[in-house]
């Protein structure tokens, strides 16, 4: 049997890539036919993975940022055993398939992260990466290194041209995350054909200015030139490496390679036809001869490679146990023993004490109080960690030496800041939280949506909420953003109205793990509200009764935040009939079964007036056409919160003069 050459292993990808593209009439051949070789020399030569077993805790992460190009993972996967059938590859881009448009970690068994946003993949990289840096300096011993995996991303032009790159790479090149290893998809070409007229930036320079160890022109056509790049990055060790590699897009096409023609469209059949000719491929669409599938599978090796750190594992268990055991806990998600119970006397004892305080600072009470009890909460702020209040008596530096390094100063990186959350939260044995104002997460939003698509557990921390905040004016004071957070699909948004709920709000926060949460809090101080157990009890359902009514209600104020105090004062000026609702997550209250939500929220009572200091047409699936809502649909403006808030009608003469509007 003839040895193929590393030439048809690549080849193998190229028309996996070209026919699954072809029979789908939709993706993007170019890329994959581009970096085909470079991918084959990293995939069978360097990447430590084990397609039995996709989620072997020490594996090597690989990143596909430029995930238009899906074609390419989806053909390495296949070649390399994971369980992704020819018959899968056919189904490219069909609905329910596992190899949609662009690769989705929840599709498709391989797939580290969901890309395709360029440069959200590169940065979910870096935290990836910083994710092994850290728990290798916590877990690691002399001779047990049970932590020791290289983060593999690719990523193109689009990728870089992206703000997002630049503020992900300057965080690694800062933090020294020598496994991090990018390559660069260099080929002049993106949509708009060759990028000379719109990307001249010198990449390799400003890597290096950032920190990086750059390595320059290499031809990502030959095998050899690829391995000797790789062996070089991978012996930096105190700093991350960009390989630059000279490819052709649509490589081996004779009419459109080169071309955008080939980026985002089907070759087409004369041109496949052509293709097949020139690169000797007398396959037909969709053949992998057996040679071929032997050739990628010869070496790989990742069964004895778990096999053997396994063992390693094992004896690092007998010396160290403890280590072990948390290292197990954390990989596979589960909570330390005794936080429920310390979460349960903490929110106990602050509806005790009773603390009037702005719920930013409630919030750093309940990291003060949960952070002891959870090594894997991991966070910081963008810029604003004094404002948003993150760090706590135990934070020490990730861009440190030291085993239990948990706090991230991101600087003002609103965007990666939240993608590199994203890629700690992917990776095992983290729950990251990152934090800046309500009104810029703005600047974070794509990546909090990912947050959602993908599943991470990652919390999102706004401070400063409203127009409460102040002299800063309208460009700080969010009027939308609430609305806007609350429409993404799998994500959670918390707007406690005092310490007790911000406590809950985290908590929460913690013990979801299919999604993200934001946790959004006030700058101002929040009066306490009384409570007894029953109703403690239900914070955690989103909404609750917080004021009943004597009989059924005849009137019922829904308010959130800062805002539930008025409902409360007004409602003692409307009479007994009237039921106060604090609904901290509308999200979380709307998955609760019928009988619940009737119980809070009665159909029978249509009077309904909704208070919050944001925009007031999301209320109005609570209030109905009967109802009403006080809220704010204008900007804000720059005074004294004292002057703000009579000023845009956030009174109790305001809330009940809304109440009795509604006869």
């Known amino acids: 049997m003839t040895t193929p050459s590393r030439r048809d292993l690549a080849n193998a990808i190229r028309f996996l890539a070209i026919d699954a593209v072809e029979a789908a009439k939709s993706g993007h051949p170019g890329m994959p036919m581009g970096m085909a070789d470079i991918a084959e020399v990293l995939w069978n030569d360097y990447l430590r993975h084990n397609p039995n077993n996709p989620g072997w805790f020490n594996r090597d992460r690989f990143v596909l940022s430029n995930g238009h190009g899906s074609m390419l993972q989806y053909a390495l996967l296949h070649l390399s055993g994971y369980a992704l059938s020819i018959d899968d590859l056919k189904r490219f881009r069909q609905l329910e398939s596992k190899t949609p448009g662009h690769p989705e970690n929840f599709m498709t068994p391989g797939v580290e992260t969901t890309t395709g946003p360029l440069g959200q993949g590169f940065a979910n990289a870096v935290g990836m990466a910083l994710a092994e840096k850290l728990l290798a300096q916590r877990f690691n011993r002399p001779e047990y290194e049970v932590v020791d995996h290289h983060t593999y991303v690719f990523m193109g032009d689009g990728c870089l041209m992206e703000g997002i790159s630049h503020e992900a790479a300057s965080l690694a090149g800062t933090w020294g995350l020598g496994k991090l290893i990018a390559f660069w998809d260099d080929n002049k070409i993106s949509i708009d054909g060759n990028v000379d007229g719109w ?82 491929w007398p396959h037909a669409a969709f053949e992998i001869p057996q040679e071929l599938y032997d050739g990628w599978r010869a070496g790989n090796a990742g069964l004895v490679r778990e096999d053997q750190w396994n063992t390693l594992f094992d004896r690092y268990a007998a010396q160290y146990p ?123 939003r794509n990546a909090v949506r990912m947050s959602a698509l993908m599943g991470a557990h990652a919390i ?56 993200p949460s ?88 249509r009077k309904r007036v909704a208070i919050e200091a944001g925009v007031t047409d999301f209320w109005r699936k609570y209030v109905g056409l009967d109802g009403t809502v006080v809220g704010i649909d204008t900007f804000g403006a720059s005074a004294p919160i004292e002057a703000l808030m009579p000023h845009f009608g956030f009174t109790v003469e305001r809330v009940v003069a809304a109440a009795k509007s509604l006869g």
Not at 413 to 424: D, K, P, Q
Not at 468 to 477: A, I, K
Not at 526 to 533: F, G, K, P, Y
Not at 555 to 575: P, R
Request: with cysteine; proline share 5%; hydrophobic share 40%.
């Open 460 to 515: 999102h921390v706004y401070t400063h909420d409203s127009i409460g905040l102040g002299e800063d004016g309208p460009t700080h004071q969010p009027i939308e953003h609430l609305a806007s957070l609350r429409y993404i699909p799998n994500n959670d948004v918390w707007r406690p109205c005092d310490a007790v709920e911000s406590a809950v709000a985290w908590r929460a926060a913690i013990e979801r793990n299919d999604g």
């Open 199 to 280: 990307f001249t930036d010198d990449t390799p320079a400003r890597f290096e200015a950032y920190g990086w160890q750059v390595i320059r022109k290499v031809d990502g056509h030959d095998p050899d030139e690829v391995k000797r790049a790789i062996e070089t990055a991978l012996k930096a060790t105190d700093k991350p490496t960009l390989i630059c590699c000279r490819t052709t897009i649509g490589f081996g096409s004779p009419g459109k390679a080169g071309k955008e023609s080939s980026h985002g469209a089907p070759l087409g059949k004369d041109e496949v036809v052509a293709t097949r000719a020139a690169l000797n």
């Open 322 to 444: 403890e280590l072990a055991d948390e290292l197990t806990r954390r990989s596979h998600g589960e909570l330390p023993q005794g936080f429920t119970a310390a979460a349960d006397a903490y929110i106990a004892k602050l509806q005790v004490d009773a603390p009037t305080i702005a719920s930013r600072k409630a919030s750093q009470m309940a990291i003060e109080a949960f952070a002891p009890h959870l090594p894997e909460l991991i966070g910081g702020s963008a810029d604003l960690a004094h404002s948003n209040l993150t760090l706590w008596k135990g934070s020490k530096s990730v861009n440190s030496d030291d085993a239990d390094a948990n706090y991230i100063y991101f600087g003002v990186r609103e965007f990666a800041m939240t993608a590199i959350s994203n890629g700690l939260g992917l990776h095992e044995c983290f729950i990251p939280y990152d934090a800046t104002f309500l009104v810029f997460s703005d600047y974070a």
């Open 518 to 605: 934001c946790l959004i809090f006030s700058r101002q101080n929040l009066v306490h509200q009384a409570r007894d157990e029953a109703q403690v009890a239900n914070i955690k359902r989103g909404g609750y009764v917080l004021r009943d009514s004597v009989g059924a209600p005849e009137l019922i104020l829904i308010a959130t935040g800062s805002e539930v105090d008025l409902a409360v004062k007004a409602a003692a000026q409307l009479g007994d009939k009237v039921r106060v609702i604090s609904m901290p997550s509308t999200d979380v209250f709307d998955r609760q079964n019928a009988e619940y939500r009737e119980s809070v929220l009665p159909n029978a009572c």
